[in-house]
């Protein structure tokens, strides 16, 4: 027997989350010139960072060669202002990716369940396989969550159900009182793990106030992060909002410096950068309809979606993928979520857009 055989049989069942292709990895693999590839595939803000968040990590430059504050003070008062809710209420992540599996290692014990949506977000049966737990995948409606058939899914054994709202990849969205509904019938036992990474690209008709329900609701957790609109991807910085007494487990599991100096500090000025905010949403929301436009000329059907990116159905999805790529147009195919006609594109700037759009004409000529 070899090392890798003595790993436990939950480690060695997991298959890995693959990320949207580099654009270095593509450019060597195709010859191309990185400059002309346009990037569409990761959910990424085409705007780039807030200007606030470049001031302030400049600005903890001269502080790297000192270890982060371990409990990003700073950062979690500032988010406390914002959400009105007490620090002991954060949790810090190394991405909310992070608090995702933090989550699963503070309340998933070997042998236990989790309920998630087929065709949500990959991480979470990779979070709940990783600490030997069991995956109770429920049946998508109309590519979004049933949450009916998702509490009748909930068993003895149930720890913890995810709920993506918008959904990744399909961007599908809950009504708030659909889910306040859903709340009231799961056992108190049970955490609810409602995952808002694309929160801040909902139009203003369709928000709602979470954060306040965590007083009725103790047993939920909302995790949030500054990749999506507050363009800080590679930084990796996301956070949730819990009862204390979760948000104290998770912390008892988080490692000390999970989120780095320069991270904490983006992150604190992003927060307050309101007009960035603001015209990434708009940004968006101009792109959005773009992107319809484009698909309703093509004759391609897409899933409505309130995030920052549209699937849409091109029937050979891994075929047309691969000849989007040779045109240096890099987008995100969605077979591994069990959609293998469809492909996710990242909603980018206008001529990204139209880059995209004229690329994809070419390639569904075959």
Not at 240 to 251: E, F
Request: net charge negative; hydrophobic share 45%.
């Amino acid at each position: 027997m070899t090392v890798a055989q003595r790993a436990p049989e939950h480690i060695r069942a997991i298959s890995p989350y693959v990320p949207g292709k580099p654009i270095g990895e593509l450019a060597r693999e195709m010859g191309l010139d990185e400059a002309k590839i346009v990037k569409l595939a990761s959910n990424e803000n085409p705007l780039g960072m807030s200007p606030k968040a470049r001031a302030a990590m400049e600005a903890a430059l001269d502080g790297l060669a000192l270890y982060p504050d371990g409990n990003g003070f700073a950062l979690k008062h500032a988010l406390a202002a914002k959400l009105g809710v007490s620090t002991d209420s954060l949790v810090l992540g190394n991405g909310s990716n992070d608090v995702l599996e933090l989550a699963a290692r503070a309340f998933i014990p070997a042998g236990a369940s989790a309920v998630f949506a087929q065709h949500a977000f990959a991480v979470y049966p990779l979070a709940v396989q990783g600490v030997g737990g069991r995956c109770v995948e429920v049946p998508a409606r109309f590519f979004g969550h049933d949450l009916a058939a998702m509490a009748d899914a909930i068993d003895v054994d149930t720890r913890i159900v995810f709920i993506a709202n918008p959904n990744n990849p399909t961007g599908t969205f809950l009504p708030g009182p659909v889910i306040e509904d859903f709340l009231a019938r799961v056992p108190t036992d049970v955490l609810v793990l409602l995952d808002e990474a694309y929160n801040e690209y909902l139009p203003p008709e369709l928000r709602y106030d979470s954060v306040s329900w965590i007083k009725r609701f103790p047993n939920l957790l909302i995790s949030r992060t500054f990749s999506k609109i507050y363009g800080l991807a590679g930084l990796r910085m996301g956070y949730a909002v819990a009862h204390p007494t979760v948000a104290d487990l998770i912390n008892r599991v988080r490692q000390p410096f999970n989120a780095n100096s320069l991270a904490l500090a983006a992150a604190e000025g992003a927060l307050s950068d309101d007009e960035f905010l603001e015209r990434s949403f708009e940004t968006n929301r101009a792109g959005m309809a773009q992107l319809i436009r484009g698909f309703d000329a093509l004759n391609l059907q897409h899933i409505p979606s309130v995030a920052n990116f549209l699937t849409f159905r091109v029937g050979d999805g891994a075929g047309v993928n691969r000849r989007l790529l040779q045109r240096g147009v890099i987008v995100r195919p969605v077979g591994n979520y069990g959609m293998p006609e469809w492909l996710r594109v990242t909603i980018g700037l206008p001529v990204e857009n139209e880059r995209f759009l004229e690329a994809l004409a070419e390639a569904l000529k075959g």
